[in-house]
């Protein structure tokens, strides 16, 4: 923290990192490194860095402090930010380019699931009405982002609450509290119940990795990507937001498509070495021992989404040209964690 900062910023700067964590604790809001926070103080932008979980944030220095005025003129001049600054959140941008002096974007599991909906935008205006808040359809994160939601800001410039299309939602205000109060209102009315699933054939699989480079996922929600049939059909349709790609460096739809129960004599481990995980139709899932903890957490979350739409929900899968561009960030993130300079993929 910086020494020359006054007790008060220093304050501020405090209880951002107590929301983060608690924010970051909660696997409905965050998973893994995914989301982020910052706040605005004398000029400074202090921004979640990129890879830090903001689980981590009282123990870690997961905050970076970054020229405010300075990242505002580079987006100004179309630069991304966040290739100017290493280690900067890929959202740099987006955060610099609202108003608010704090803000949170959270990787909401409730708020994803509406927001894959063909028809989220129409859906949206009854369980939002009454909330500064609008809609972004997809766009690609970092410059491309922050100019979009410039836009809307130019035409609704008391916007408190957004929903991203295909990707989460963004909040801000004056202080972390009022924030907070924010999303806890937003999630009380975006709340869904999840479907219950078939049981999971613990026995199949424990034959399966006995033996061989799988585990067993310590989640027992990720199963139910298998033992639901809505769940498979629903994946089987394509990628619905961009952190799948960090699952799935090749970003193929394919591999999220469920396989039959492999007959664990049959060398099936060699079929599909290649693979992160195996979606096993009916019985289960199982990870590759080469998943990051990172990507465990967003197989955790993908369940968790998918649980949450129904079989009559019309989708909007990502298109094939922003399958490719999630696919790169997804590529960055690999190559800075590589680095040594952050802890996870995010």
């Given at each position: 923290?910086n020494?020359?900062?006054?007790?008060?910023?220093?304050?501020?700067?405090?209880?951002?990192?107590?929301?983060?964590?608690?924010?970051?604790?909660?696997?409905?809001?965050?998973?893994?490194?995914?989301?982020?926070?910052?706040?605005?103080?004398?000029?400074?932008?202090?921004?979640?860095?990129?890879?830090?979980?903001?689980?981590?944030?009282?123990?870690e220095?997961?905050?970076?402090?970054l020229?405010?005025?300075?990242?505002?003129?580079?987006?100004?001049?179309?630069?991304?930010?966040?290739?100017?600054?290493?280690?900067?959140?890929?959202?740099?941008?987006?955060?610099?380019?609202?108003?608010h002096?704090?803000?949170?974007?959270?990787?909401?599991?409730?708020?994803?699931?509406w927001?894959?909906?063909?028809?989220?935008?129409?859906?949206?205006?009854?369980?939002?009405?009454?909330?500064?808040?609008?809609?972004?359809?997809?766009?690609?994160?970092?410059?491309p982002?922050?100019?979009?939601?410039?836009?809307?800001?130019?035409?609704?410039?008391?916007?408190?609450?957004?929903?991203?299309?295909?990707?989460?939602?963004?909040?801000?205000?004056?202080?972390?509290?009022?924030?907070?109060d924010?999303?806890?209102?937003?999630?009380?009315?975006?709340?869904?119940?999840?479907?219950?699933?078939?049981?999971?054939?613990?026995?199949?699989?424990?034959?399966?990795?006995?033996?061989?480079?799988?585990?067993?996922?310590?989640?027992?929600?990720?199963?139910?990507?298998?033992?639901?049939?809505?769940?498979?059909?629903?994946?089987?349709?394509?990628?619905?937001?961009?952190?799948?790609?960090?699952?799935?460096?090749?970003?193929?739809?394919?591999?999220?498509?469920?396989?039959?129960?492999?007959?664990?004599k049959?060398?099936?481990?060699?079929?599909?070495?290649?693979?992160?995980?195996?979606?096993?139709?009916?019985?289960?899932?199982?990870?590759?021992?080469?998943m990051?903890?990172?990507?465990?957490?967003?197989?955790?979350?993908?369940?968790?989404?998918?649980?949450?739409i129904?079989?009559?929900?019309?989708?909007?899968?990502?298109?094939?040209?922003?399958?490719?561009?999630?696919?790169?960030?997804?590529?960055?993130?690999?190559?800075?964690?590589?680095?040594?300079?952050?802890?996870?993929?995010?």
């Amino acid at each position: 923290m910086n020494k020359n900062m006054s007790a008060a910023n220093q304050a501020e700067l405090t209880r951002l990192r107590e929301l983060s964590a608690r924010i970051g604790s909660n696997p409905l809001l965050t998973q893994a490194s995914t989301g982020n926070s910052s706040i605005k103080l004398e000029g400074v932008l202090w921004i979640k860095a990129s890879g830090k979980w903001m689980a981590h944030a009282i123990r870690e220095d997961i905050l970076i402090p970054l020229d405010l005025a300075d990242v505002r003129e580079r987006v100004k001049q179309k630069v991304d930010p966040a290739d100017r600054y290493y280690g900067a959140s890929i959202e740099t941008a987006m955060h610099a380019v609202l108003p608010h002096r704090v803000t949170l974007h959270v990787h909401c599991v409730n708020t994803i699931a509406w927001a894959v909906r063909q028809d989220a935008p129409v859906q949206l205006q009854h369980q939002m009405e009454g909330l500064h808040w609008q809609w972004i359809p997809y766009v690609p994160s970092g410059l491309p982002l922050a100019q979009e939601i410039e836009k809307v800001l130019s035409a609704f410039p008391h916007t408190d609450v957004l929903v991203l299309g295909n990707h989460g939602l963004v909040l801000g205000g004056d202080d972390c509290g009022a924030v907070e109060d924010l999303l806890f209102e937003v999630r009380r009315r975006l709340a869904i119940s999840p479907r219950r699933a078939n049981p999971t054939d613990y026995a199949a699989l424990a034959e399966i990795a006995d033996g061989s480079s799988w585990d067993l996922p310590d989640d027992n929600e990720v199963h139910t990507l298998a033992t639901d049939p809505i769940a498979r059909e629903v994946l089987s349709g394509g990628l619905l937001y961009p952190c799948q790609s960090i699952v799935s460096p090749s970003s193929a739809p394919t591999l999220f498509r469920s396989v039959p129960c492999p007959d664990p004599k049959n060398q099936s481990e060699s079929r599909y070495c290649s693979r992160r995980f195996l979606i096993i139709d009916g019985c289960g899932v199982v990870f590759s021992r080469s998943m990051s903890i990172a990507q465990r957490a967003m197989m955790s979350g993908l369940a968790r989404v998918i649980q949450r739409i129904s079989s009559s929900t019309p989708i909007r899968y990502l298109a094939d040209d922003e399958v490719a561009s999630s696919s790169v960030i997804a590529s960055r993130y690999c190559e800075f964690t590589r680095s040594g300079r952050c802890n996870s993929a995010g």
